[in-house]
């Protein structure tokens, strides 16, 4: 199995290729500097040069051509003034959506944000409302692009932590905190769960292991109950 990851360098991103590469899929990892290279194909990937906020849906679907998945795993974070999104959180995932049906690459897993909505209201900082609707508004095209199988994880808030294989995912988690490398594991168990297509689902540190967790998603009307929470 073979998939790209946009958004290669990035920490989620690395911990991700780790455990693809551990399970024997081989991974390209898009990046948009050569001094990333280095760290991308120490994780186990190929990295490859493409700064995703002006790529063309050409340039992207040459560098996706024959993948069996791909995962959206950038984010540029806050933009530069508020209602003026970077491209990178909205724009470049549309693109790649465009390049994957372009070479016939269906399966797509969105790494989001918790709170990312087309109408988000965040009096108390602009540039975080921008982000969440920018964040919003690609999830939304994206799971209603019929070509797609999608999925949308909106992991909260991160933290640096060992990984503990414990999660509470579902269509409503309440608010929390998740460590990055357990984001790292649902987004491989997504990426393998095609039956998790159509879905959104939020995600935080809880009580049942990632494969547990994901599982009950995929299931008929999983994703209406939440995995029981810490």
């Known amino acids: 199995m073979r998939v790209v990851i946009a958004g290669g360098h ?9 455990l693809l590469a551990a399970r024997g899929w081989q991974v390209t990892g898009l990046v948009r500097r050569p001094e990333q290279a280095d760290d991308v194909r120490a994780a186990g990937a190929t990295p490859v040069l493409l700064d995703l906020a002006t790529a063309s849906a050409e340039r992207f679907a040459d560098r996706i051509a024959g993948a069996d998945a791909v995962l959206y ?10 209602g003026r999104a970077n491209p990178v959180d909205r724009d470049a995932a549309l693109t790649l959506a465009d390049a994957a049906q372009l070479v016939g690459v269906r399966r797509y897993v969105m790494l989001s944000s918790m709170g990312a909505d087309r109408d988000a209201r965040y009096p108390q900082n602009a540039l975080v409302e921008t982000y969440l609707r920018a964040k919003g ?18 992991p909260a808030w991160f933290r ?15 608010a ?8 790292a594991a649902v987004l491989v168990a997504l990426l393998a769960a095609p039956a998790t297509a159509g879905l959104t689902l939020e995600l935080i540190s809880g009580r049942t292991s990632v494969a547990e967790a994901v599982a009950a998603v ?10 029981p929470r810490a």
């Open 10 to 18: 990035g920490r989620v991103a690395r911990a991700a290729t780790r």
């Open 73 to 82: 795993a950038a984010g540029a974070g806050l933009g530069d003034a508020p």
């Open 137 to 154: 508004e690609a999830d939304d095209e994206l799971l209603s692009r019929p070509f797609l199988r999608c999925t949308v994880l909106r």
């Open 160 to 174: 640096d932590s060992p990984a503990t294989g414990l999660v509470s995912l579902g269509e409503s988690t309440g």
């Open 176 to 183: 929390g905190e998740v460590g990055r490398a357990d984001a």
């Open 218 to 227: 995929a299931r008929p009307g999983g994703s209406r109950v939440a995995v």
